[in-house]
């Protein structure tokens, strides 16, 4: 068998293993460890499996998973998550909808404060999910909003995917942070006028809240004081310069903790709980994106990406043409493979292609960092579906895959829209760092 | 005697997921710590090196008790149109496959245990030995191995198959 | 033809690819050889710097490239060619690298691999935003982010607080304020656009520089024909360390002279006498660590008076 076609059978085998209910991680061990033997050794592959292993469990990066996570839960079970929804209720709640819109506005808040997607819907499921179920919204809307509205975190500066992105391409990461702003805003804005339509158009989604009075409204408000003072003094630390994005969740936790102490609300039963809670739901997390480090030698050493960089080199078509169809692989490989992985195999094929076209790198950014973003929640291997899965394990896959399905049709109008309108991605580093 | 065996497999989990949870709190000290160190010139030393170490801790501390909860995500689309013994048969390769990845891992980061003795590999600036956190990670790994080959032989011997996802 | 992996962790446009793999390629493939370098960049083959020699030995690629300074435990020896003062200010970073290496005095820090390459960077400088060192003064109580241990002892000489955090987060660290300076090789401003944040930078003081290394896999070098060793061998070592340390030198250069005509940019030079100051809280250390670390030969060898 020719590489090539060992990588395909391989995809073919994780399609199969996974309609058979195998765990995805499982699945993704299971490929990739038999196609680096395969393609390479035997040896190359138990290397690959102990590297992997160790690295991804013990990256200075991720250890925003687990302390996000204990953020979420700590919110969640001192009853901070549950008065930010009284508030948001007491202030929206008659809008059908209202809730989930608040939620995916929450992510966008919380991605200005996470470089990461997986951060982002991790932290935000915790608080936002058992909330929106407690109000009666079907666990479709509420999941695929918070699938959706997760990815944000590398859309929205600060993030890490357009830090990856600057340095595999050499371009200015102050600019791809401000060329993702109105992007995200819009996307942002696509989604909760997503969630509008379908409440709209299915009104059994979300009931509508009662009409509040304004007392109401100020002592909804007052009791989310706790945890909005912890947002922003999170944030503001950030900014501020007092500690970095990773040890901000590490800050978030710890104010979330003393909030619970001083208020009473956290003893250390509790505490305890929440803390289990967490390392199993990081297990989960970080199980995937172990697996899913396996796939990425295992298509590297497959060649698949160079045959179709160099199928779509070859071909004389005009640079939009070759534009959608570099878009279009990114769609395919992002059905299999976790963003990151994905961007930093596919980039040294890519990328030469683009830069050969005229194509602006900037703007070419933007689109692929929003390409990753739908990936995260396309079957069959959607790193934001199954963290949302981790955090409601009774809510079934498939009606949380089909919850995101209006959040990707917006997604890709989004996409679209960047298209048709460069500017939107390149005004604002434009007009702010200047053009060239 | 399967029995006898899950409650060992059970205490072993609950030890990991204690040191796993332990870990985590750890994690929060320490980052706080050296934050508020840093603030007035006297960062923890080696923070990041504990950090990242303890990581490894809670990552695969869990891993057993998340195994046992049914955490692992499986895709459950087509799971309604099938017939009880293909889902029974799914269940047990589940479990099979599993051990055979946990003990795989556990094998591999030995191997890369005894590599890092060689090269004398450590944390850069206050030098906690690689090996340690390998080991770790792999007894780890072998527990949930073990609980994993034990739900193979159960389903196998018979038994019913796992309740539903746990509930938070 | 025969294949070689080559597994690195930069992007194919870094001076890596001019300044090593293509003269290693070109080796590789000249007189009876065949041999082909199949490049995986950009961390394809495993993510992450930290593993890099580890893979080389399992064999996950047969080459591969790395720094010293990410597992310094194990190179502590290697380590001692970045203290500062090691390299003259004429000297030839690899140059000392392979003297040591020829009196036998490194093999012991790369087992199962046979290096193909060891040279070390251009000088590490300031980097800084909103600030300007000039004497060490200046650098008193500052917070700056370096990447290992010796470094963290130098930073500390000069009566700084070291920071430890991972490379991809320097940009929005110093921007933010998080911290005050980097201490790197000027190539990094390029790799990590520091030049977006930072806004002044000072050069001259002795502060060391980083190592590098390119090692195959033992087994494997073992098992090539005579003509594909032979062809390896015309390359191996000095010539291609000697090439490497010029690209990294060139791409430096060019670097500063960018930095240099950027408007709202200070390039603070230090002369001699400048420097001076600063060098003399920092180059004694240089014989502590090697006496720490046994390696008073090493450093005596090095330093060319062996
Ligand atoms: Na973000
Ligand atoms: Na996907």
């Known amino acids: 068998m020719t590489d090539m076609s060992i990588g395909l059978t391989g995809l073919a085998v994780l399609l199969v293993l996974l309609t058979l209910r195998i765990p995805v991680a499982f699945a993704m061990f299971a490929v990739g460890f038999t196609g680096i033997a395969l393609l390479r050794s035997f040896d190359a592959a138990t290397g690959l499996l102990a590297s992997e292993s160790f690295t991804l469990a013990s990256s200075s990066e991720l250890i925003v998973v687990p302390l996000f996570i204990l953020m979420g839960n700590v919110a969640t079970s001192t009853g901070m998550s549950r008065r930010l929804y009284d508030a948001a209720y007491a202030l929206i709640g008659q809008i059908r909808g209202g809730l989930a819109s608040a939620t995916v506005i929450g992510c966008g808040g919380f991605a200005a404060l996470s470089g990461s997607s997986v951060a982002s819907a991790l932290t935000m499921g915790k608080v936002s999910l058992g909330e929106m179920e407690r109000f009666g919204y079907d666990s479709r809307l509420s999941a695929g909003s918070v699938a959706a509205g997760g990815t944000l975190g590398i859309l929205i500066p600060p993030s890490t995917g357009f830090v990856i992105y600057a340095i595999l391409a050499q371009e200015s990461i102050g600019r791809l942070f401000l060329a993702g702003v109105l992007p995200g805003l819009l996307l942002l804005s696509m989604f909760v006028l997503t969630i509008t339509l379908l409440c709209w158009a299915l009104p059994a989604l979300a009931p509508a809240g009662p009409r509040t009075s304004a007392a109401q409204k100020l002592r909804a408000l007052g009791g989310a004081a706790p945890i909005m003072t912890v947002i922003v003094l999170t944030i503001g630390g950030i900014y501020g310069g007092l500690f970095s994005p990773v040890e901000a969740a590490a800050v978030g936790a710890g104010l979330v903790i003393l909030f619970g102490i001083l208020s009473r609300t956290l003893t250390l039963a509790i505490l305890w709980q929440a803390s289990r809670d967490s390392v199993v739901t990081t297990a989960t997390v970080m199980l995937i994106l172990i697996s899913a480090h396996m796939m990425n030698p295992f298509l590297a050493l497959s060649h698949i990406p160079q045959a179709i960089g160099a199928f779509l080199g070859g071909m004389d078509l005009p640079p939009m043409a070759v534009l959608g169809l570099i878009l279009l692989c990114y769609l395919v490989l992002g059905c299999f493979l976790e963003g990151f992985a994905m961007l930093v195999l596919s980039m040294p094929i890519f990328f030469p292609v683009i830069v050969s076209l005229g194509i602006d790198p900037i703007w070419f950014g933007v689109l692929v960092v929003l390409t990753l973003e739908m990936g995260l929640i396309s079957p069959p291997v959607g790193v934001n579906v199954f963290i949302v899965k981790s955090i409601a394990p009774k809510v079934p896959l498939g009606q949380i895959f089909i919850g995101v399905i209006p959040f990707w049709i917006a997604m890709l109008l989004t996409l679209g829209l960047l298209i048709a309108f460069p500017s939107i991605s390149l005004f604002l580093p434009d007009t702010m760092i200047g053009t060239g | 005697m399967l029995a006898r065996l899950d409650r060992w497999a059970a205490g072993l989990t609950s030890l990991a997921a204690l040191l796993g949870t332990l870990g985590l709190l750890t994690e929060v000290v320490i980052i706080l710590v050296d934050v508020v160190g840093r603030y007035f010139g006297a960062p923890l030393r080696g923070a990041q090196d504990i950090t990242t170490m303890t990581m490894v801790i809670v990552v695969f501390g869990g891993m057993s008790l998340c195994d046992r909860l049914g955490g692992h995500i499986a895709v459950d689309l087509f799971e309604p149109a099938m017939p009880a013994w293909l889902r029974r048969a799914g269940d047990i390769a589940t479990a099979l496959l599993g051990a055979v990845i946990f003990f795989g891992i556990a094998w591999t980061v030995m191997e890369s245990a005894a590599l890092s003795r060689m090269l004398n590999l450590s944390t850069n600036i206050i030098q906690l030995p690689k090996a340690w956190f390998q080991t770790v990670l792999a007894v780890f790994s072998v527990i949930t191995g073990l609980g994993m080959t034990l739900r193979a032989l159960s389903l196998l011997a018979g038994s019913p198959r796992p309740a539903e996802p746990r509930s938070e | ?85 090691v390299r003259g200010p004429d000297g030839h970073g690899y140059e000392l690298l392979w003297d040591a290496w020829d009196a036998g005095l490194l093999e012991r820090e790369f087992p199962a691999t046979v290096p193909l390459a060891l040279w070390l960077a251009e000088p590490n400088v300031f980097i800084t935003k909103d600030r300007e060192i000039r004497t060490p003064e200046d650098v008193e109580g500052l917070k700056i982010r ?18 430890q955090m991972p490379a991809t987060e320097m940009y929005n660290a110093l921007q933010t304020g998080l911290i005050d300076a980097i201490v790197t090789g000027s190539s990094a401003i390029g790799d990590f656009k520091l030049d977006e944040v930072a806004n002044s930078y000072t050069l001259g003081p002795s502060m060391g520089q980083i190592s590098f290394y390119v090692v195959m896999n033992k087994a494997r070098y073992d098992a090539l024909g005579e003509a594909e060793k032979a062809a390896l061998d015309s390359v191996r070592g000095r010539t291609l360390s000697q090439s490497a340390e010029e690209g990294w030198f060139a791409r430096a250069d060019q670097i500063i002279e960018g930095l240099k005509s950027k408007e709202g940019t200070t390039v603070i030079e230090l002369s001699a006498e400048e420097a001076a100051p600063f060098n003399a809280l920092t180059e004694p250390l240089t014989d502590a660590i090697a006496e720490e670390v046994d390696g008073a030969d090493v450093l005596a060898i090095m330093r060319g008076d062996g």
């Open chain 3, 1 to 85: 033809a025969e294949d070689i992996s080559f597994a690195h962790f930069v992007p194919p446009q870094h001076t890596l690819t001019s300044a090593v793999i293509e003269p290693l390629a070109e080796a590789a493939g000249s007189g009876e050889s065949e041999l082909e370098i199949k490049v995986y960049p950009g961390g394809e083959l495993g993510a992450g710097p930290l593993e890099q020699y580890v893979r080389a030995v399992q064999g996950v690629a047969d080459v591969v490239w790395g720094l010293p300074g990410y597992t310094s435990s194990q190179f502590s020896k290697t380590m001692i060619s970045e203290l500062p003062g």
């Open chain 3, 146 to 163: 370096v990447s290992g241990s010796a470094a963290a002892r130098v930073i500390e000489s000069l009566g700084a607080t070291p920071v």
